[in-house]
């Protein structure tokens, strides 16, 4: 299994990315994902997940309202859409995925499959 994390960048304050997650050797339809993200000198924190059966998300309560995640299923592709970005998002970016859905979802240590993070940076 591959994820390879891409679109990350520099953004002002109030900004938008979208971040993308290329999966290979797991078809993301029948998984769950999620992102993650750490922050320089602080614990790898979640962000956001989609459930394999029914596609429910979950959002950590700093980002929720503002970003949003979502696959293409025929792309085999997870996206995280990033609006008003403010410099507290600044952070390297993960995708994670797993087979099944966890209870445990925003725990890192219950994610099996991670790509290599995306940096992400708010800034003026």
């Known amino acids: 299994v591959q994820l390879q994390a891409s679109g990350g960048g520099l953004v002002q304050p109030g900004g938008s990315l979208r971040l993308s997650c290329a999966a290979s050797g797991l078809t993301i339809r029948s998984s769950s994902e999620a992102w993650f993200r750490q922050a320089p000198g602080k614990e790898c924190e979640f962000v956001a997940a989609i459930r394999e059966s029914n596609s429910a998300t979950r959002y950590s309560d700093s980002v929720k309202g503002r970003f949003t995640i979502s696959r293409d299923n025929a792309k085999n592709t997870l996206y995280l859409q990033m609006n008003s970005l403010n410099p507290e998002d600044t952070a390297v970016y993960y995708c994670?995925?797993?087979?099944?859905?966890?209870?445990?979802?925003?725990?890192?240590?219950?994610?099996?499959?991670w790509g290599e993070g995306t940096q992400v940076t708010v800034s003026s």
């Open positions: 994670a995925a797993r087979n099944y859905w966890s209870v445990r979802y925003s725990d890192a240590e219950v994610w099996n499959y």
